[in-house]
C-alpha cells in the first residue's frame, strides 16, 4: 500500500457528463499529480500540485480541471465526457515539489464513458 | 524522437530466468531513475530509485544505470511467476517525471 489512496475505483458515465476524482495523498506529501493511463498510450501527466498552487501543467484538456484543498487532498474534475475519456486515471504524491524525489502511486479510478 | 524509449514486449519467460529490461533516453539532463512495476489495472509502485552510474541492488532486482550511453536496465534473477507485470522506467530532471510505455513481463511456472 503506498499511502495514496484513490476514490472511486470505478465510475460509469455518460457522454457530456462530469465526473469527479478524488485523491489523497501520502501523510505528509505536498505534491499531487494526476496521470490519464489509456490501453494504447502510456502514463500521460496531466498536472501537478504543490501544497495547493498549480506548479506544472501537462497536455490536459481545457475539459479537465484540478485542484489542491488547504487539507493537501485533490479533485480532478472531467466535464463534457467523451468516450475518449475511458481510462485509468491516477494520482501520485511527492514529499517535496517533486524535485529529484520519488513518486507514489494511488491504485487509480478506472473511468469508463458510454 | 520521445524522451524515454522503453521496448513494450512482450516478453515471456520460465520461472528462475534471469530477465533484462531496458530503457533508453536522449536527455543527458536526466538525473534520477526509476523502476516501477505495476500488475494489470493497479497503480504502479516504486521497485528501484536510482542515482549515479553503476548497479544497485534490492534483493532479486538489480537496477543499473550508465549515463555515457544512456541507458538503464533492470535485471530480475530467479523470476517468479508473481513477476508477472507490465514494468515501467521513469527518470527526472528537476520536478518533470518522464515515464517509458512499459514492458509487459510474463513468467511462466
Known amino acids: 500500500d503506498s499511502g495514496v489512496t484513490q476514490t472511486p475505483k470505478h465510475l460509469i458515465t455518460a457522454t457530456g457528463q462530469r465526473v469527479t476524482l478524488r485523491c489523497s495523498p501520502r501523510s505528509g506529501d505536498l505534491s499531487v499529480y494526476w496521470y490519464q493511463q489509456s490501453l494504447d498510450q502510456g502514463l500521460q501527466f496531466l498536472i501537478q500540485y504543490y501544497n495547493g498552487e498549480e506548479r506544472a501543467k501537462g497536455n490536459i484538456l481545457e475539459r479537465f480541471s484540478a485542484q489542491q484543498f488547504p487539507d493537501l487532498h485533490s479533485e480532478l474534475n472531467l466535464s463534457s465526457l467523451e468516450l475518449g475519456d475511458s481510462a485509468l486515471y491516477f494520482c501520485a504524491s511527492s514529499v517535496g515539489d517533486g524535485t529529484n524525489e520519488k513518486l507514489f502511486f494511488g491504485s487509480g479510478t478506472q473511468l469508463s464513458v458510454l | 524522437q520521445k524522451e524515454v524509449e522503453q521496448d513494450p514486449g512482450p516478453l515471456s519467460v520460465p520461472e528462475g530466468a534471469i530477465v533484462s529490461l531496458n530503457c533508453t533516453y536522449s536527455?543527458?539532463?536526466?538525473?534520477?531513475f526509476m523502476w516501477y512495476r505495476q500488475y494489470s489495472r493497479k497503480g504502479p509502485e516504486l521497485l528501484m530509485y536510482t542515482y549515479s552510474s553503476g548497479n544497485k541492488e534490492d534483493g532479486r532486482f538489480t537496477a543499473q544505470v550508465d549515463k555515457s550511453s544512456k541507458y538503464i536496465s533492470l535485471f530480475i534473477r530467479d523470476s517468479q511467476p508473481s513477476d508477472s507485470a507490465t514494468y515501467l522506467c521513469?527518470?527526472?530532471?528537476?520536478?518533470?517525471?518522464?515515464f517509458g510505455t512499459g514492458t509487459s513481463l510474463t513468467v511462466i511456472p
Open positions: 536527455n543527458s539532463a536526466f538525473q534520477y
Open positions: 521513469a527518470m527526472t530532471t528537476g520536478n518533470q517525471f518522464y
